[in-house]
């Protein structure tokens, strides 16, 4: 059963709140079928002593460029998703149909990539044909923009190459933000520390898998595209640990959620490894991992969406998403957030 809900326009953020923390937090009780209303900044005070944060500490590229395609003239936009070497990676061409195998797309300064096969039914491959950046990646911190979603409709501007970022972005690798990230500020991760609550960082490197729509009938048709991950010992020691005590581990979003419940399903604990995870989590599956979520509003027919229903009931999230509109919080990347226990 699909997710689905309506949501006028203005409902979704073009900017986040500044502060960071200054966005609204919902707090929902899965047990009690209940939601109020709070503040991200209050979250020190909403969560015990001895709970552990779960952070995805990816740090998006800037994986979006904006060029001609040489056949024809006319523009293309290219979103570079994942390398396969240093100068051929998978690319999302928008519109892509316009796009044969062979044709060249000149970016920015001198620089040509060549497109060539299928990789799937959405991506190919592009390698770099000439230009003065020896790789993607020099191409992309030079030249590239802020790959925001598609339903932020303004340009991209300057504020965006920060506040796209969460604070402890530090491995490079996502085209998206993991975006429940987005509230924490330095004070505030202090604050909770000073309270005794514990925070753990793994890395999953959001990519296309998390952001494609659900368009089959069947949700259970849907196959989501592998996305890479890290856990480290540190991390896994710290989790396991609390598990052993009994001790509640909250996931900060849904790539932190996939991360923690693949390794779990995996290995019947957390144990340090890297890899990469295609897991759909969908209503009916069985969490083990964590124990808490907090996660921001998502798209109607997303795979994100699926996953906090399975959390916490498709009845629920839809009553608590109903609540949010009713009381004009701001949805989406930018938007307002949850907290599921």
Known sequence: M???????????????????????????????????DSWFRALPHLLRPGDTLVLNNTKVLKARM?????????????????????????????????????D??????????????????????????????LSVSQLLHAEGTVPLPPYIQRPVN??????????????????????????????????????????????LHVGIGTFLPVRTEDPAQHVLQPESYEISEETAHLLNTANAEGRRIIAVGTTSTRAL???????????????KTNLYIRPGYQFRAIDGLITNFHLPRSTLALLVAAFASRELVLDAYRHAVQADYRFYSYGDCCLFF
Not at 8 to 20: C, D, Q, S, V
Not at 261 to 275: I, N, Q, T
Request: with cysteine; proline share 6%.
């Open 261 to 275: 419940e693949d390794v779990f399903e995996r290995h019947g604990r957390f144990a340090p490894g890297s890899g």
């Open 2 to 36: 699909h997710f689905e809900y309506d949501l006028p326009k203005r409902f979704i953020a073009l900017e986040p709140a500044r502060p960071r923390d200054a966005s609204r937090l919902l707090v929902v009780d899965r047990a009690a079928h209940s939601w109020y």
């Open 158 to 203: 300057d504020r965006d190459a920060s506040e796209y970022q969460t604070v402890f972005a530090c491995r490079e690798g996502a085209i998206a933000a993991p975006t429940a990230g987005l509230h924490f500020t330095r004070p505030l991760l202090k604050t909770l520390g000073d309270r005794g609550i514990i925070t753990a960082e793994v890395t």
């Open 66 to 102: 904006f060029g001609t395609l040489d056949r024809t003239g006319r523009p293309v936009e290219v979103l570079f998703v994942s390398p396969i070497r240093e100068d051929l990676w998978e690319v999302l061409l928008r519109p892509g149909r316009r796009v044969r195998m062979g």
């Open 104 to 133: 060249r797309v000149s970016l920015g300064s001198g620089c040509q990539i060549v497109v060539g096969d299928r990789r799937g039914d959405i991506l190919r491959e592009a390698v770099i044909l000439e230009g003065p950046h």
